[in-house]
């Protein structure tokens, strides 16, 4: 065996999170990050009904959808307050380093291939499973303001809310009280079942995998972020983007 695969396996096999650890454990990484974060969007969803604003469409309709999700970080923050840690220290929100991006490049050297792969596979036995009617809740085509708010709230402020609960409060919570492999693990497979459909719990499960990784080799949760961000990216230049050429 080479050197730099020898390497490779061996951060594998070692792969941990060290001084990233966190401070709490799963308990607190499922009541408060996965319990708590839907119960407040529960709350959130039933006000917005009462006001009759979840009928609203386009553009304004994707920022009330996305303040809700927004919303699911509540608990998070509040519980780092009250716990007296820091929450930029304590969400890995650490100041931004040129080395994450190239980690992120080389997260999505893996994620894309991988679940190409994944999805090749599942659609020679089951096609159908692959089939996701994802509503997003604004029209493909748009321009102008419609088309920025569906760029703020897919490629920025997805992904880093989604990273904060999922990589940065469930995965190191599960990862304290086991190991770093069972948090990459058993928080992927979280993140895929929120998604819902077959299809979408597929692929954000292979993701989910490869930020946890990222996480975990950097210390920070800015790989993961952008590599989150690289992938909604991408489905933003195909879904609205590429109509309009």
């Given at each position: 065996?080479?050197?730099s695969a020898g390497s490779s396996t061996h951060w594998l096999r070692r792969l941990s999170l060290g001084p990233a650890s966190a401070s709490w454990g799963w308990l607190e990484a499922i009541l408060i990050g996965l319990v708590l974060d839907v119960a407040v969007q529960v709350a959130l969803i039933s006000l917005?009904?009462?006001?009759?604003?979840?009928?609203?469409?386009?553009?304004?309709?994707?920022?009330?959808?996305?303040?809700?999700?927004?919303?699911?970080?509540?608990?998070?923050?509040?519980?780092?307050?009250?716990?007296?840690?820091?929450?930029?220290?304590?969400?890995?929100?650490?100041?931004?380093?040129?080395?994450?991006?190239?980690?992120?490049?080389?997260?999505?050297?893996?994620?894309?291939?991988?679940?190409?792969?994944?999805?090749?596979?599942?659609?020679?036995?089951?096609?159908?499973?692959?089939?996701?009617?994802?509503?997003?809740?604004?029209?493909?085509?748009?321009?102008?303001?419609?088309?920025?708010?569906?760029?703020?709230?897919?490629?920025?402020?997805?992904?880093?809310?989604?990273?904060?609960?999922?990589?940065?409060?469930?995965?190191?919570?599960?990862?304290?009280?086991?190991?770093?492999?069972?948090?990459?693990?058993?928080?992927?497979?979280?993140?895929?079942?929120?998604?819902?459909?077959?299809?979408?719990?597929?692929?954000?499960?292979?993701?989910?995998?490869?930020?946890?990784?990222?996480?975990?080799?950097?210390?920070?949760?800015?790989?993961?972020?952008?590599?989150?961000?690289?992938?909604?990216?991408?489905?933003?230049?195909?879904?609205?983007?590429?109509?309009?050429?």
């Amino acid at each position: 065996m080479s050197d730099s695969a020898g390497s490779s396996t061996h951060w594998l096999r070692r792969l941990s999170l060290g001084p990233a650890s966190a401070s709490w454990g799963w308990l607190e990484a499922i009541l408060i990050g996965l319990v708590l974060d839907v119960a407040v969007q529960v709350a959130l969803i039933s006000l917005l009904d009462n006001f009759e604003l979840l009928d609203v469409e386009g553009a304004w309709g994707l920022i009330i959808t996305q303040a809700v999700a927004i919303g699911g970080v509540l608990p998070i923050l509040v519980y780092l307050k009250v716990s007296r840690f820091s929450i930029r220290d304590g969400l890995l929100l650490l100041r931004p380093k040129l080395r994450y991006v190239w980690l992120a490049l080389r997260g999505a050297a893996v994620y894309v291939p991988l679940a190409l792969l994944v999805a090749t596979v599942v659609a020679a036995f089951a096609p159908d499973v692959l089939d996701v009617d994802q509503e997003l809740g604004i029209e493909v085509g748009v321009v102008g303001f419609e088309l920025a708010a569906a760029f703020l709230v897919l490629v920025i402020i997805t992904p880093l809310v989604e990273e904060i609960i999922y990589r940065g409060f469930i995965f190191r919570g599960i990862a304290k009280s086991t190991n770093t492999w069972v948090g990459v693990i058993i928080s992927s497979l979280i993140f895929g079942a929120v998604h819902g459909q077959i299809g979408l719990v597929i692929d954000t499960f292979v993701m989910g995998m490869v930020c946890a990784i990222l996480v975990a080799r950097s210390g920070s949760l800015w790989s993961a972020v952008m590599l989150h961000a690289f992938k909604n990216g991408l489905a933003f230049l195909l879904l609205f983007v590429q109509p309009l050429l």
